[in-house]
């Protein structure tokens, strides 16, 4: 199997992290890490070998990694030239950061990562703001490359954990904005992660609407709770009859160590397949083939 959706938390990741919760006096990231408890990542070599082995032991072939913060794309780059095969990278840009054309182009073109990674409601913009515009337009004019955007409800758990605030427009993350994009570019894959995170009526509407347009069935999915009654094997079902099964992507969000890789979302997931009667090709599709065929390797 693949699993689309795991967070790359480097080095730069937690320095950028210290400078947040200490602008005057920065944290290193080995402080920062000490203060979380968990595992310093080493060099990005070094958390890519330890990804590998780790995904060796769960039986994941194949991984996104995702680079957490706008300006880490070159940490995941590393992952990925470390082990190509195996690792395909995503990055994360502030459209209404100056050198986000400049830092998109250079993580496609000389990097070689494949998915931009759009959070409207963290850094606070408009999917229809002529910025991110053009941001996807470089996406289309790389071949290959996909669009990750989230929606719906957004907490960092890291975040919380630091004490760090947390000041989200959840209002910017509406996947029916996201309509227009797909629409105008319906050769780029768009990648909607966790059901839509709340939102799940309006990301199956712009699937519905947008055959270019995926869903990823990453993390616990607690966002069930503002629906009261549903259930995982209720979503699983409706969003195969909706989008299909070539249109969903199995991730589970797993993000640090020692934890690792989230074997309790996949048993989720897997039971919820179980109780939704979804057949063993379907599977196949959700959990290995839509991967691969999104990102060839």
């Known amino acids: 199997m693949n699993d689309c959706h795991i967070h790359f938390f480097s080095d730069q990741f937690f320095e950028a992290l ?13 402080d920062i890490v000490a203060t979380l408890g968990w595992d310093p990542p080493g060099s990005a070599e070094d958390l890519a070998d330890r990804w590998i082995k780790e995904l060796d032991r769960a039986g994941v072939a194949r991984t996104a990694l995702i680079a957490s913060v706008p300006g880490d794309e070159t940490s ?34 000389r990097l ?23 941001i996807v337009q470089l996406a289309a004019a790389h071949a290959g490359t996909a669009v990750f955007v989230h929606c719906g409800a957004l907490s960092v758990g890291v975040r919380k954990k630091l004490g760090l605030p947390s000041r989200f427009d959840v209002r910017y993350g509406n996947p029916l904005d996201l309509h227009a994009l797909a629409a105008d570019h319906p050769g780029v894959p768009f990648i909607i992660p966790h059901f839509g995170a709340g939102l799940f009526r309006e990301a199956l509407l712009v699937a519905d609407l947008s055959a270019n347009v995926y869903l990823d069935t990453s993390s616990t999915n ?45 048993d989720a997931q897997v039971s919820a397949l179980d109780a939704a009667g979804v057949d063993e090709g379907v599977r196949h599709r959700i959990f290995t083939d839509n991967f691969d065929r999104l990102f060839p390797a």
């Open 18 to 30: 210290g400078r947040q919760r200490a602008p005057t006096s920065p944290q290193s990231a080995a």
């Open 76 to 109: 995941v780059a590393r992952a990925v030239a470390r082990h190509p095969s195996r690792i395909v990278g995503f990055f994360m840009v502030d459209p209404t950061a100056p050198d986000a054309p400049a830092r998109t182009e250079q993580a496609l073109h």
């Open 112 to 134: 070689g990562l494949r998915a931009v990674c759009l959070f409207p409601a963290m850094q606070r913009y408009s999917l229809h703001d002529t910025r991110v515009k053009e």
């Open 222 to 266: 607690r966002w069930m709770a503002y629906h009261p009654g549903l259930t995982l094997p209720a979503v699983f079902g409706q969003a195969l009859e909706v989008a299909g099964a070539d249109r969903l992507l199995f991730g589970t969000d797993s993000s640090f160590f020692p934890r690792g890789w989230n074997r309790a979302v996949y």
